[in-house]
């Protein structure tokens, strides 16, 4: 019963380098999502996916890139890290207007 | 743009204290209320939700009130216990549809013992 898993838990980047983070759930749910979380900000959304095939922007999508792999699968592509990305990165997944399942989170620092 | 404030910003009770976190949203159209719970270094869980068609919710030492008219909706924690410790975090739906939120800025509740 896994719920939402989220890879890797830590990450040190250098500013320029890229990465992926991913995500995969085993609910069965269509929607998923890609939040940031920074101090007294909240979580803000990156991107997201209604249902499998599609993607959409969200609040905060500049520097970032999703791909919807298959209906479980939903990964953030960083092209070129920047400070402003040190964050905590969660990806979430939801079936109708329900609320939603959060993995446990990506520390990523940019140096 | 749409927007959800949320007060206060941090809290600390008494054990077996009431606890009350207050959030306002600006979208007329938001339908579904939900609540977060963040233990620290996880990621937020799903406390309780409310419809707009629904005042009051009740589970447990939890309950939720939305007043519509307002825009106001509430969480409040009855019998506070150490580890009802956490971040809480309110949301509110937009576009329907797409079941998305957006989130207060979190409330860092501290029950002391």
């Known amino acids: 019963n896994a719920g939402v898993t989220q890879t890797p838990k830590f990450q040190v980047l250098k500013t320029g380098q890229s990465m992926t983070l991913q995500c995969a759930q085993d609910?069965?749910?269509?929607?998923m999502y890609w939040y940031r979380q920074d101090p007294g900000m909240g979580l803000r959304l990156i991107y997201y996916s209604a249902s499998e095939g599609t993607t959409d922007k969200g609040e905060v999508p500049n520097g970032y890139n999703v791909s919807r792999l298959n209906k479980r699968e939903f990964s953030l592509r960083l092209e070129s890290a920047a400070p402003s990305q040190t964050s905590v990165y969660f990806c979430?997944?939801?079936?109708?207007?329900?609320?939603?399942?959060f993995g446990s989170g990506t520390r990523l620092t940019v140096v | 743009g749409e927007n959800v404030e949320q007060h206060p910003s941090t809290l600390s009770v008494q054990e077996g204290d009431s606890a009350v976190i207050k959030c306002t949203y600006s979208?007329?159209?938001?339908?579904?209320f939900p609540w977060y719970k963040q233990e620290l270094g996880k990621g937020p869980q799903l406390i309780i939700d409310?419809?707009?068609?629904?005042g009051e919710k009740k589970d447990q030492r939890i309950a939720v009130t939305l007043n519509k008219t307002a825009k106001h909706f509430s969480l409040h924690i009855t019998e506070t216990q150490p580890e009802d410790s956490a971040v809480y975090f309110c949301?509110?739906?937009?576009?329907?549809?797409?079941?998305?939120?957006?989130f207060g800025t979190g409330t860092r509740l501290k029950v002391l013992a």
């Open positions: 979430a997944s939801s079936d109708q207007n329900y609320g939603y399942t």
């Open positions: 609910m069965n749910h269509n929607s």
């Open positions: 409310i419809r707009s068609n629904v």
């Open positions: 979208d007329s159209a938001s339908n579904y």
């Open positions: 949301a509110a739906s937009i576009q329907s549809g797409t079941y998305k939120y957006i």
